[in-house]
Each structure stands twice: as structure tokens, then as C-alpha cells.
């Protein structure tokens, strides 16, 4: 069975630092693409990294350029998302998904809160 599981959100004041981890199962994750996507509360979903598999190429949104990094620990199958320097509009639920163009194979997302 195809799974994603994402884990490592939190409550973290501005400036703070978190990695989320999304570990896969049923499936190897270096053959696809993988993305990390994320939802505000009265927003749409929006793509903000992706993992290229062809070539390990990085991909970011320029919201989020310079304070997130994703890589891949293809041991664990797991793609992590590190992110620092946290903004209060940062607040989401994170998910990944297989694949960044047609994201699909959802998991059920971890929760970022930016407070002070």
C-alpha cells in the first residue's frame, strides 16, 4: 500500500526552526518526484518544494526561497523539509504529496503554527 506519512510540525515562535519529515511506504520515493505542499486556513493549497528524482534538483517557491530546504535520505525513503526562520504567515498544515505537476498519494499533513 502506496503511503506518506509527514510528521515533525509544531507550535514555534517567529524565527524558529522546524524539520518535517515525510516517510514513505509501499513505494520507493527516489523514482518520483516528491513535493511538500501546504494550507493557510481560508487559502488554497499551495506547492512550496519539490524534489526532483531525475537529478536531485531543488525546487522552492519564492515565498519561501532561502529559508526552506528539501532533501532526501533515500535509506529511510524519507524527504525532509527543513525550515527556518519562521513567519507567522508560514502557519499551515504541511503535506506531501508523489510527484509536483499532478500531486497525488496524499498524506494526512502536519501542522504548522508561527506564534509568539
Known amino acids: 500500500q502506496v503511503q506518506l506519512v509527514e510528521s515533525g510540525g509544531g507550535l514555534v515562535q517567529p524565527g524558529g526552526s522546524l524539520r518535517l519529515s515525510c516517510a514513505a511506504s509501499g513505494f520507493s520515493l527516489v523514482y518520483y518526484d516528491i513535493g511538500w505542499f501546504r494550507q493557510a486556513p481560508g487559502k488554497e493549497r499551495e506547492g512550496v518544494s519539490c524534489?526532483?528524482?531525475?537529478?536531485?534538483?531543488?525546487y522552492y517557491a519564492d515565498s519561501v526561497k532561502g529559508r526552506f530546504t528539501i532533501s532526501r535520505d533515500s535509506a529511510k525513503n524519507t524527504v525532509y523539509l527543513q525550515i527556518n526562520s519562521l513567519k507567522p504567515e508560514d502557519t499551515a498544515v504541511y503535506y506531501c504529496a508523489i510527484d509536483c505537476a499532478s500531486p497525488r498519494g496524499w498524506g494526512q499533513g502536519t501542522q504548522v503554527t508561527v506564534s509568539s
Open positions: 524534489f526532483s528524482s531525475s537529478d536531485g534538483t531543488p
